[in-house]
């Protein structure tokens, strides 16, 4: 991930940045990563999330095309 920094404006770039990782999802990986997780939880959750990321599509389909 790259960012530059313009007229030596620091803070405008680590906001940048800041947002980038929100966005990639490194910031949860790395909450994710503190802590070892068994295999069989950590696919447990990934399904979860699935499923969860499913019923919002579903959600917001329903909402846009009215059935």
Not at 1 to 9: D, G
Not at 15 to 39: A, N, S, T
Request: charged share 50%; hydrophobic share 35%; proline share 1%.
């Amino acid at each position: 991930m790259e960012v530059t920094v313009r007229e030596n404006n620091v803070d405008q770039a680590l906001r940048v940045l800041k947002k980038k990782m929100q966005r990639e999802g490194i910031y949860r990986e790395m909450k994710m990563r503190r802590h070892f997780e068994k295999p069989s939880i950590k696919k447990a959750r990934e399904k979860a999330e699935a499923v969860r990321r499913f019923r919002k599509l579903m959600r917001k389909r329903l909402e846009r095309e009215g059935y």
